[in-house]
């Protein structure tokens, strides 16, 4: 039967302590975002056989400042650059036998409002309606047309060397997904259908995705529906990993909870990635934060817990049923 692999985050400088931390939580794999520093193929090297010789899988590893670049998504100055350091940094992954790295179109990064609380714990808070107000972050409004042109644009510069190194690209969608402009930028990724078009620009497989249960149901309704999305894009071959996370309400104001207490049954969530027979890695996204000095591994920890119970629960009833 196949299942999916727990995966958690780490340090690109993660020590011998903070692997077996992950491995007595449980979980299968690990990924990380590294430093522009840590680009190179022979720290790459060193990283892979760090996390395997803890016995865990590297499974996917970004690189935050061209991950997220403004440059690339705005047709900024440098945006060949940048993007001749993407295609680098692709290669040396593919040779270092890591096969997936991820991507947002997210110019001015993720948006939060004032922080909020949940069961006492400090997490994240977006209210809609005092983003839309706040000033535009690059001088200037951007349409919709134009940040599709410049999506295309680098699909048709990355995608061929995705293909050639055997590395696959995961994008996340916006966070939050709105068809609302923020700081006078449009959102590229807030639908399925945003999803889809994505897909056909790009034209191979290379291009996969990221499916954030947090994002999907921040959009709500008008993401679409996330346990029938689940079902199509898994058909397509198009999820790469999964974010696991819940929250209180769709936008236009939610907090992040924690997986037991959101406006979702994270267990159907589970029970269908199951039911399909996803393989990749579901991974624990944010969480709220503990208090004290319990914050350092309390959330993880208790989070991880909580999605190892999900998933032992959805084996046993899809067992039951095969028998």
């Given at each position: 039967m196949?299942?999916?692999?727990?995966?958690?985050?780490?340090?690109?400088?993660?020590?011998?302590?903070?692997?077996?931390?992950?491995?007595?939580?449980?979980?299968?794999?690990?990924?990380?975002?590294?430093?522009?520093?840590?680009?190179?193929?022979?720290?790459?090297?060193?990283?892979?056989?760090?996390?395997?010789?803890?016995?865990?899988?590297?499974?996917?590893?970004?690189?935050?400042?061209?991950?997220?670049?403004?440059?690339?998504?705005?047709?900024?100055?440098?945006?060949?650059?940048?993007?001749?350091?993407?295609?680098?940094?692709?290669?040396?992954?593919?040779?270092?036998?890591?096969?997936?790295?991820?991507?947002?179109?997210e110019p001015t990064q993720v948006w939060s409002s004032e922080p909020g609380e949940i069961r006492g714990a400090k997490t994240r808070r977006v209210d809609l309606h005092e983003m839309v107000r706040r000033p535009f972050t690059h001088r200037r409004e951007y349409g919709e047309d134009e940040i599709w042109e410049n999506f295309a644009y680098f699909m048709k510069r990355i995608i061929p060397v995705a293909e050639e190194a055997g590395v696959r690209l995961a994008l996340h969608p916006n966070d939050p997904p709105t068809h609302e402009k923020l700081g006078g930028i449009p959102c590229l990724i807030h639908s399925f259908e945003d999803y889809r078009r994505a897909f056909e620009i790009a034209g191979s497989p290379a291009l996969g995705m990221e499916f954030c249960t947090g994002c999907w149901l921040e959009g709500g309704g008008g993401f679409g529906n996330m346990l029938d999305a689940i079902r199509t894009f898994y058909a397509d071959d198009r999820i790469l990993l999964v974010h696991f996370r819940n929250i209180t309400s769709p936008l236009p104001v939610f907090l992040e909870t924690f997986l037991d207490n959101g406006y979702m049954d994270m267990y159907q969530v589970m029970k269908t990635f199951y039911d399909v027979g996803y393989a990749n890695t579901i991974t624990l996204d944010h969480t709220p934060q503990f208090a004290g000095d319990y914050a350092k591994g309390a959330g993880t920890a208790y989070a991880i817990g909580y999605m190892r119970a999900l998933m032992q629960r959805a084996e046993a009833e899809l067992e039951g049923e095969t028998e």
């Open positions: 196949s299942k999916p692999k727990l995966s958690m985050h780490i340090r690109p400088e993660a020590n011998a302590e903070e692997l077996l931390f992950a491995r007595q939580l449980g979980v299968d794999a690990v990924y990380t975002w590294i430093k522009p520093e840590q680009r190179t193929y022979i720290a790459l090297v060193d990283l892979r056989r760090r996390v395997e010789d803890a016995g865990l899988e590297l499974y996917n590893v970004g690189s935050y400042d061209i991950a997220k670049s403004d440059k690339i998504h705005l047709a900024l100055p440098g945006r060949d650059e940048v993007i001749t350091t993407f295609q680098d940094f692709v290669r040396d992954l593919g040779r270092a036998g890591i096969h997936v790295t991820t991507f947002t179109w």
